[in-house]
């Protein structure tokens, strides 16, 4: 079992297309870093859930994806490498 999610089984989050928004190319699609909406596309509906899980529930999304919790607070995530330990 992998500690980072069941690549056997549908992904953790599915982007949830608004009403009257294209649907995503397949059900695994996710909106690349940095991804916005057309402009020409209606607005969502106010608290609108961009993202579901596994089994239709609205979550809070991957962090920094559009439309996520917090999206917009993290562009990278990096750890300079004196901050990294080690142990065995």
């Not at 579901?52 to 990096?78: C, K, M, Q, Y």
């Amino acid at each position: 079992m992998s500690l980072l999610g069941n690549p056997e089984g549908p992904p953790v989050h599915r982007f949830n297309s608004p009403p009257d928004w294209p649907e995503p190319p397949s059900g695994t699609w996710r909106p690349p870093v940095g991804w916005e909406p057309d402009p020409e596309w209606p607005d969502a509906p106010a608290g609108w859930g961009f993202w579901t899980n596994r089994n239709g529930r609205p979550v809070s999304g991957p962090i920094g994806a559009f439309g996520a919790v917090d999206a917009g607070r993290l562009e990278v995530a990096t750890a300079h490498p004196s901050l990294l330990l080690m142990h065995s």
